[in-house]
C-alpha cells in the first residue's frame, strides 16, 4: 500500500540557509500534519492543513512557512536556519473530518542537520 | 489544552517478560487515543487505538483500554519479544474538533533482552 513519501531523507544545511521539505501524503488523504521531532523527545506538532487551507497551528517558528499544494502534496520552508532546527521533520496525513477517528499515517521523516 | 502523560523509560525486559507502559491523558472532551511505536531510524506507527470509553484497542499481542473514569491508556503485552524494542508513544485526539493533531506523551523507550 502506498506510504506517506517524504523527501530528502537527508539535509545537512549551514545556520542561516533555508532548506525545503517535501511530504506527498497518502491517495486521497486531504489532511497534512507537520511534526518536529528533537532528539530523544515527543514529536511537537508545527502546522496542518485541510483541503490546501491551514487548519491548526502549533509551535511552529516564524522564520518557517508551509502551504499544501493542488494536488495535495505540502512543503515546509525553512528559513534563518538555526542549530537548534536540527531535528527529525515528520509529515503525516489522514482523511480528515470524514474519516471519525482522526488516525495519522505518518513518514518516514527528514533529518535536518544544521552546521 | 489536551496533554499525555506516560511513564518514563527507559524500560527494559527479558524477553517473555509482562510489559505494562502506564498512559494517562487530560482532555476536555471525549478524545479518540492512540499507542505509536517507533522502531530505531523509522517514523511513527499506528500501534493501536481506541475512540470511546470501554473500547480495547489490540494489535500484534499489544493491548490498551480507554479508561474514562481513571482517564487511562495503558498499553500491555503478555510476552515480549527482542523485536518490541522500540519508542512507544501514548497519543490523543481531540474528535470533537475534526482533524485536530495528535497531541503525543514524551515517549518510552523499549529495550527487550534475550
Known amino acids: 500500500a502506498a506510504g506517506v513519501i517524504q523527501s530528502p531523507r537527508h539535509l545537512i544545511k549551514e545556520k542561516r540557509e533555508t532548506a525545503t521539505l517535501k511530504c506527498y501524503p497518502i491517495?486521497?488523504?486531504?489532511?497534512v500534519y507537520w511534526y518536529q521531532q528533537g532528539p530523544g523527545q515527543d514529536p511537537q506538532f508545527l502546522i496542518s492543513?485541510?483541503?490546501?487551507?491551514?487548519?491548526d497551528k502549533g509551535s511552529i517558528p516564524d522564520r518557517f512557512s508551509a502551504q499544501q499544494f493542488s494536488d495535495y502534496h505540502s512543503e515546509l520552508n525553512m528559513s534563518s536556519l538555526e542549530l537548534g532546527d536540527s531535528a527529525l521533520y515528520f509529515c503525516?496525513?489522514?482523511?480528515?473530518?470524514?474519516?471519525?477517528?482522526?488516525?495519522?499515517?505518518f513518514g518516514a521523516g527528514s533529518r535536518l542537520t544544521v552546521l | 489544552g489536551d496533554s499525555v502523560t506516560q511513564m518514563e523509560g527507559p524500560v527494559t525486559l527479558s524477553e517473555e517478560a509482562f510489559l505494562t507502559i502506564n498512559c494517562t491523558y487530560t482532555?476536555?472532551?471525549?478524545?479518540?487515543l492512540f499507542w505509536y511505536v517507533q522502531y530505531p531510524g523509522e517514523g511513527l506507527q499506528l500501534l493501536l487505538k481506541?475512540?470511546?470509553?470501554?473500547d480495547k484497542g489490540s494489535n500484534k499481542g499489544f493491548e490498551a483500554t480507554y479508561r474514562k473514569e481513571t482517564t487511562s491508556f495503558h498499553l500491555e503485552k503478555g510476552s515480549v519479544q527482542v523485536s518490541d524494542s522500540a519508542v512507544y508513544f501514548c497519543?490523543?485526539?481531540?474528535?470533537?474538533?475534526?482533524?485536530?493533531?495528535?497531541?503525543f506523551g514524551k515517549g518510552t523507550r523499549l529495550s527487550v533482552i534475550a
Open positions: 482532555a476536555t472532551g471525549y478524545p479518540s
Open positions: 481506541a475512540t470511546k470509553a470501554d
Open positions: 492543513f485541510y483541503e490546501k487551507m491551514q487548519s
Open positions: 497519543a490523543l485526539s481531540d474528535s470533537n474538533s475534526g482533524n485536530t493533531p495528535l497531541v
Open positions: 491517495p486521497r488523504h486531504d489532511t
Open positions: 503525516a496525513s489522514s482523511l480528515g473530518p470524514r474519516s471519525g477517528a482522526n488516525v495519522l499515517t
